[in-house]
C-alpha cells in the first residue's frame, strides 16, 4: 500500500512538471506569434531577476561564472521551477485546484514580468495568458485521471476490469439517498487506469517540447539573422585601419594575442535572448535636443564614408588580472558626424542610446565628440558584427568603459543631459561617467605555476585606452620594480604586450605588474573592487620555482 501511495504522488509529481512545461512551451509558441520572443513567460522572468538581482549578486556571478552566467541563471530558474512545478502536481493531488492556483500564482508573476520590460506592449499579456490556461487545463484532467485511479476522496467510479479491486464509489452519500449505498447515479466512467494517467502525462509533456521547438521556428529566429548576417558583404573602408606595426605582437607562447578572435572575444550584457534583428529591420533614429531629426536605414549607413580602427574595449566588471577586455578591428561610421547631421544643442551634455530590448547607455557628449574615434560600428576583424556582438549595429567609444558607451543592437541615440536622464547601469548606482583605469596583467607564468630555475619569460599585456601605456614594470617578492620590454604601440587605443625576462631562483614567488599611461601616471596599486566605477590595483600571480 505504501508502495502504491509513493507512486501516486510520483505521477502527480510527474504531471505537475508536464504541466509546467506545456505553460512554458505554449507561452513560448504564442510570444512568436503575437508579440516576439523575449515575451515568453520564461524569458520575461528571466531578464526582470536580471534587472532586479542586486549588485552584489551581478558582480559574484561575472566573477564566478564570466561568460557563462546567463547559462547558471536559465539553468538556476529551470531547477526552480521543475521543483514548484511538482509540488504543484502534488498540492493538486491533495486538495483540487490547490496546484492550478499554483500556476495562477506564477503566471500573475510572468505578466506583471513581461509588462514591465522596457519595450512591453499589451499583446505582451498574451503569451502568458495562454499558457497559464494550457497549464491549468493540463494539471486538472491529468491529476484528475490519477486521483480517480488512486480513489482519491471527491472521485466518483466504477470499477473496471484489470481495476484496483477496492475501487468501490468513494463519494458516498451521508445521507443516504441518490449515489453512494443504494448505487443509484453511480457514475458512469469506468476507472482509467495508471498506464492510461502515465500515456497522458507523456503526451502533455511532448506537447510541452513540440511547442517549445515551435516557438523557436515561428517569427524570427537566431538561424534567420545568422543567414543574413551571412549574406551581407560590408564595403571596403574609406579610410582603412593602420597597418599593425611590426614588433606590435611578441613571440611569447601563452600571452593574449594581440587582435582578439571575434570566437574569443568577451561578451558581457544584459540580454538572456539575443536579440533578433536584421539589416532589413533595423533602424537608427537620433533625436532629443537637436534642431532636426534624423533616422538611418542599413542602406544608409553602407552609404556613408566608412572608416576602420583598431580599438580594446573593457568592461566595467573586470577584476584585476581578468580577461573582459579584447582588442579588435573596428568598421563604423563617426558618431560625432552622424550627431552633426542632426545639429545637438549646446545644452545637450549626454549621449543616450538605446538597444532594442530596451538596455539603455550615457554617454559624455564631449567625449563623443572631442576627435577620438568614436563609432557606430556594424564591422568586426573584417566580418559583420556577430550576432553576440551587437549586430547589425553598436557603439564602440575607446577610453570608456562600455556599459556607458558600448551599447550592442543600438536602434536609438537620444540627445540629452545628465540632470535628465538617467541609464541602465546608472540606475542602480554605478558611475555616470566611466573613464577606463590604467590596467595591467601577468598572462605568463600564470598563478601557481611551477617552473624550472634559471631564465624565464614574464608577459602580459596592459592598457590605458585613448591615453597609451608608456612603460610597464615588474617586482619579484618586494624587490626594486624592474622595466619590462613593450611591443610596439599601434595607437592609444589599443593595449600594448609587454614581457620580462627573469632569472628565477628555487622557492615561492610573487610577481606583480604595474603600468604607466602616456600621460605619466603610474597605475594605483589602492585596491578596488569594479563596482562603482572599474577595479584597481596590482596584478599579482604565485609561482615556485624549482
Not at 612603460?471 to 619579484?476: M, S
Request: hydrophobic share 45%; aromatic share 6%; charged share 20%.
Amino acid at each position: 500500500m505504501t508502495t502504491h501511495r509513493w507512486g501516486t504522488r510520483a505521477l502527480a509529481a510527474l504531471a505537475g512538471i508536464a504541466a509546467g512545461g506545456l505553460t512554458l512551451g505554449v507561452g513560448e509558441l504564442v510570444a512568436a506569434l503575437v508579440a516576439e520572443p523575449a515575451a515568453a513567460p520564461f524569458l520575461a522572468v528571466g531578464n526582470t531577476f536580471v534587472d532586479l538581482t542586486p549588485e552584489w549578486l551581478k558582480s559574484f556571478a561575472i566573477r564566478t561564472f564570466g561568460e557563462n552566467d546567463k547559462q547558471v541563471l536559465l539553468a538556476g530558474m529551470a531547477g526552480v521551477l521543475l521543483l514548484v512545478s511538482a509540488a504543484g502536481g502534488l498540492l493538486e493531488l491533495w486538495r483540487r485546484w490547490a496546484g492550478a492556483a499554483v500556476l495562477l500564482v506564477l503566471g500573475a508573476v510572468a505578466v506583471a514580468a513581461a509588462l514591465n520590460r522596457p519595450t512591453a506592449t499589451a499583446a505582451w499579456a498574451v503569451p502568458t495568458l495562454a499558457g497559464v490556461v494550457a497549464g491549468v487545463v493540463a494539471l486538472t484532467v491529468l491529476v484528475g485521471r490519477l486521483r480517480a485511479v488512486s480513489g482519491a476522496p471527491g472521485t466518483r467510479v466504477t470499477a473496471g476490469r484489470g481495476d484496483d479491486p477496492t475501487g468501490t464509489d468513494t463519494d458516498a452519500d451521508p445521507e443516504g439517498a441518490g449515489v453512494g449505498r443504494a448505487g443509484v447515479g453511480r457514475a458512469e466512467a469506468k476507472r482509467p487506469s495508471r498506464r492510461e494517467v502515465v500515456v497522458l502525462t507523456a503526451a502533455v509533456a511532448g506537447l510541452a517540447v513540440l511547442s517549445a521547438v515551435g516557438g523557436r521556428r515561428f517569427g524570427q529566429t537566431l538561424a534567420d539573422v545568422r543567414a543574413a548576417r551571412d549574406a551581407l558583404r560590408l564595403p571596403p573602408p574609406s579610410d582603412p585601419a593602420p597597418a599593425v606595426p611590426a614588433g606590435a605582437e611578441l613571440d611569447v607562447a601563452g600571452v593574449s594575442p594581440f587582435t582578439t578572435p571575434n570566437p574569443d572575444f568577451y561578451r558581457v550584457d544584459t540580454a538572456l535572448d539575443l536579440p533578433r534583428v536584421t539589416p532589413e529591420e533595423w533602424r537608427l533614429r537620433i533625436h532629443g535636443m537637436v534642431e532636426r531629426e534624423i533616422e538611418l536605414d542599413f542602406d544608409d549607413v553602407l552609404g556613408l564614408d566608412l572608416v576602420e580602427r583598431m580599438i580594446t574595449l573593457t568592461c566595467v566588471s573586470n577584476e584585476v588580472g581578468g580577461e573582459l577586455a579584447g582588442n579588435a578591428v573596428w568598421l563604423g561610421y563617426p558618431l560625432a558626424g552622424l550627431l552633426a547631421r542632426a545639429n545637438p544643442s549646446a545644452d545637450a551634455d549626454m549621449l543616450l542610446s538605446t538597444s532594442v530590448d530596451g538596455f539603455t547607455a550615457g554617454t559624455p557628449l564631449d567625449v563623443v565628440t572631442d576627435g577620438r574615434d568614436a563609432l557606430l560600428a556594424i564591422g568586426m576583424n573584417g566580418e559583420p558584427l556577430p550576432v553576440a556582438h551587437g549586430f547589425p549595429a553598436r557603439l564602440v567609444v575607446p577610453g570608456l568603459y562600455g556599459y556607458v558607451s558600448a551599447t550592442k543592437w543600438v536602434t536609438d541615440l537620444e540627445l540629452t543631459r545628465f540632470d535628465r536622464a538617467t541609464a541602465y547601469w546608472t540606475d542602480r548606482g554605478w558611475a555616470a561617467e566611466a573613464p577606463i583605469k590604467t590596467a595591467s596583467r601577468i598572462d605568463v607564468p600564470g598563478s601557481f605555476a611551477e617552473l624550472p630555475a634559471g631564465r624565464t619569460v614574464v608577459a602580459g599585456v596592459a592598457w590605458a585606452q585613448h591615453r597609451g601605456v608608456a612603460g610597464v614594470e615588474v617586482q619579484v617578492d618586494d624587490g626594486d620594480w624592474r622595466p619590462a620590454r613593450l611591443a610596439a604601440e599601434a595607437s592609444a587605443d589599443t593595449w600594448r604586450q609587454w614581457s620580462w625576462d627573469w632569472d628565477a631562483e628555487p622557492g615561492n614567488h610573487t610577481l606583480r605588474v604595474r603600468a604607466t599611461d602616456g600621460a605619466g601616471d603610474r597605475q594605483t596599486d589602492e585596491q578596488a573592487p569594479p563596482f562603482p566605477d572599474g577595479s584597481s590595483g596590482w596584478h599579482s600571480v604565485v609561482v615556485r620555482v624549482t
